[in-house]
């Protein structure tokens, strides 16, 4: 029964690290940036719930939607009035304002919310089931199942319409997207408005199990190490190393200790990284010159 | 500003170098008109011109009636005015056919097309792109390739996949920089009838520009002559075989 308890606790924290990863690939594979404030993105979306819904007394259900509508505009505010205005500085420059904004929101929160952990409700009440012996939390049910919704829809959007088809050949050839007439600029904001109703998602179901003070978005690191796991291009890649790095992790809480189980996750991660450095679902890079 | 596609004196300068120097072309309509010059002497810099890569120093463009200037290069294909690139530009990761049917993002008909909402109307507009995605490979010959990724073609099959992008916004020019540069003999042979074809057939005028001289001299209506930015002679393919000045720049005089 062991390995299914893993299973059962080790996929659902992996499915909350794939989403926070295919958050950072979707905005690295449009716009090349490594979106080091994604994390604290996160976290914004859940203490904007939790202050619509304590101090202003709006109901829960009414405090995602907003929280989830006013990330995706500070996603578009990012673009429009940062990384779009930047786009033709050297990399590291973009990068570096994406850790200013992480930086800027974490303390922001510190000074106007107090650095102490804020209760988060639920989504659904809390329960346990008792499967033959596995036990398996609402919670984690949840997280299944909207981790699995939300990869499908993405799946299906750039599979299938041609809005995910755009987004997909500007990724690839903005010089060529431009010339069918798909505006570069319109993709980039539509993927960090997509990118940031992701992480307000995810913040709904990340903020009842983990703590939520200022620097919930550390999570962001587990995010990172899944997206490198998938090779850091692919949607479902992310995905799958968020899977991969949950179970591994758990296996090594169980079976270790909780202590070692970021430890052991980083080493799988280095040696992923020496001996698979495409990822699992990733390409060699072979860019044209 | 006579023909469907007019440079008026256009000038570009790259801070101090002059890569396009007051240069006027007009490209006719339903006419196979070839850029032809040395390495370096401003072909590309043209075409990324016209379709608004790079802004004209000085001097007009105007295509079908219409000034070009400040058009941004995604408005550009609304217009009816496409191209290719010198090293392809496609998306390597989809597949052939849909390298192509991203081609129609312009066109209304690919607007509705939504997988969730799977209409009447739906289903037949969607029938009808892959009609059309068909008929455009045939033209180019890639039907079998259709569910290849693009990245693995080889460089001729590239360039064709990358003329069957562009025509799928059905245009009324194309801009071909360089489409028969790197193929065999055979290859250049299917090259010149699809480029007549779609001349003849399609009544698609084409600013071409091309090293290999088989295929310039093959198709062209009429040839430019451009050297260090500056068109030294026009005329047709015999005109400009015979002329002093093309013979001394291609022999580096
Ligand atoms: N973006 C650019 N910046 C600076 N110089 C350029 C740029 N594009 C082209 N050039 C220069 O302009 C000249 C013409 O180049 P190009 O148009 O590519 O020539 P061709 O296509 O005829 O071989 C060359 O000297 C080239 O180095
Ligand atoms: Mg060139």
Known sequence: MDILQIV??????????????????????????????????????????????????????????????????????????????????????????????????????????????????????????????????????????????????????????????????????PRGASIVGISVKQVSAAIWVLASVLAAVAALLMAPVLTLSPDMGLIAIKGFCAAILGGFVSLPGAIVGGVLLGLIETAAGYYISTATKDMVAYGALIAMVIFMPQGL????????? | ???????????????????????????????????????????????????????????????????????????????????????????????????????MHSTAEYGIVSAILASRRCRATEAKISEKVAELLDIVNLTDQRGTAARALPLAKMRRLELARALAANPKMLLLDEPAAGLRASEIEEMNATLLMLRDKLKIAILLVDHVMPVVMGVSDRITVVNFGQKIAEGTPKDVQSNPAVIAAYLGH
């Open chain 1, 8 to 173: 059962a606790n080790g996929v659902p924290a992996g499915m909350m690290y794939g989403l926070v990863a295919l958050g950072i690939v979707l905005i690295h594979n449009g716009t090349n940036v490594v979106h080091f404030g994604y994390g604290e993105q996160i976290t914004l979306s859940a203490y904007i719930v939790v202050v619509l819904q304590v101090i202003f007394h709006v109901p829960f259900w009414l405090a995602c939607l907003v929280s989830i509508v006013l990330s995706a505009l500070f996603g578009l505010a990012i673009y429009l009035g940062i990384l779009g205005p930047l786009r033709r500085t050297p990399l590291i420059v973009q990068i570096i304002a994406t850790l200013a904004i992480g930086l800027g929101i974490r303390e922001g929160l510190r000074a106007f919310m107090g650095p102490d952990p804020w209760p988060f409700p639920a989504i659904v009440a809390n329960k346990v089931y008792d499967v033959h012996g596995v036990f398996i939390t609402t919670a984690n049910i949840v997280v299944v199942t909207v981790s699995i919704a939300i990869a499908a829809l993405l799946f299906l959007f750039f599979r299938l319409s041609r809005y995910g088809h755009a987004i997909l050949a500007a990724c690839e050839s």
């Open chain 1, 281 to 289: 679902l990733g390409k060699r890079q072979i860019k044209k010159v």
């Open chain 2, 1 to 103: 500003m006579s023909g469907l596609l007019s440079l008026c004196d256009v000038t570009v300068r790259f801070g101090g170098l002059v890569a396009v120097n007051n240069v006027s072309i007009d490209v006719q309509e339903g006419m196979i008109h070839s850029l032809i010059g040395p390495n370096g002497a401003g072909k590309t810099t043209i075409i990324n011109t016209v379709t608004g890569v790079y802004a004209p120093t000085e001097g007009a463009i105007y295509f079908d009636g219409l000034p070009l200037a400040g058009v941004p290069p995604n408005q550009i294909c609304r217009r009816g005015l496409t191209r290719t690139f010198q090293n392809t530009e496609l998306f390597g990761e989809m597949t052939v056919a849909d390298n192509v049917r991203v081609g």
